[in-house]
């Protein structure tokens, strides 16, 4: 079992930066894939970024040049830096985690483990 508690939402004005965390923990040695997805009102849970153990990194076109995923000094934590934040982006995101390899990271149903989410709202 892994349990992810995200944290860093907000409430931020367009043009902002916010960094978003995810602490995983439990059985979380060895290969991994961790993603970031988030869900606006009305909307379906989309992918936003994933990082997998080898550092390979895949982003959605919606937030790519804007936002970076990367690992923590902790190998448990994984965050999300959110730049140039638009109204757009305003969402719930979620961290998700899996340790099967032969995955695609931009799928939802290829994750086994996911956080409770942390709200992001952009206001214009």
């Known amino acids: 079992q892994v349990q992810l508690v995200e944290s860093g939402g907000g409430l931020v004005q367009a043009g902002s930066s916010l960094r978003l965390s995810c602490v995983a923990s439990?059985?979380?040695d060895g290969w991994y894939v961790r993603g970031w997805f988030r869900q606006a009102p009305g909307k379906e849970r989309?992918?936003?970024?994933?990082?997998?153990?080898?550092?390979?990194?895949s982003y959605a076109d919606a937030v790519e040049g804007r936002f970076t995923i990367s690992r923590g000094s902790a190998k448990s934590t994984v965050s999300l830096q959110m730049n140039l934040l638009k109204p757009e982006d305003t969402a719930v995101y979620y961290c998700?985690?899996?340790?099967?390899?032969?995955?695609?990271?931009?799928?939802?149903?290829?994750?086994?483990?996911w956080g409770q989410g942390t709200q992001v709202t952009v206001s214009s």
């Open positions: 439990g059985r979380t």
């Open positions: 998700a985690h899996t340790g099967r390899r032969s995955i695609v990271p931009t799928q939802q149903r290829d994750y086994d483990y």
């Open positions: 989309e992918f936003v970024a994933a990082l997998d153990w080898s550092g390979r990194i």
